[in-house]
Nanobody, 128 residues
Framework: QVQLVESGGGLVQAGGSLRLSCAAS?????????MGWFRQAPGKSREFVAA????????YYADSVKDRFTISRDNAKNTVYLQINSLKPEDTAVYYC????????????????????WGQGTQVTVSS
């Protein structure tokens, strides 16, 4: 089994920045897993934000966050990051980290289907 724990959320003024972290643990976790970030705003469904392949060589972003968000990973630390810059009020949501044992890379990571493990989420609130 795999456990994922997100951290780094908080209350930030519009235009500010945050760095979210996702720490992975468990005897079955592997650096071969594809990893992703999703978010869910109040009253809305969970949507794709960003994903990264097993090596960190390829990244994938939703159009709404492209050029402001950066996903990265440090496999030696079993940690995935999401750097968020130029925050907007519409970025307010609970942000979830996810791991895919079955898919190590590619555009399939833009969907929820490949992910078998999810974190508890971390709240990001952006004030105007």
């Amino acid at each position: 089994q795999v456990q994922l724990v997100e951290s780094g959320g908080g209350l930030v003024q519009a235009g500010g920045s945050l760095r979210l972290s996702c720490a992975a643990s468990g005897r079955t976790f592997s650096s071969y897993y594809g990893m992703g970030w999703f978010r869910q705003a109040p009253g809305k469904s969970r949507e794709f934000v960003a994903a990264i392949d097993r090596s960190g060589d390829s990244t994938y972003y939703a159009d709404s966050v492209k050029d402001r968000f950066t996903i990265s990973r440090d496999n030696a630390k079993n940690t995935v990051y999401l750097q968020i810059n130029s925050l907007k009020p519409e970025d307010t949501a609970v942000y979830y980290c996810a791991a895919s044992p079955r898919v190590s890379g590619g555009n399939y990571l833009r969907t929820r289907a490949p992910y078998d493990y999810w974190g508890q989420g971390t709240q990001v609130t952006v004030s105007s």
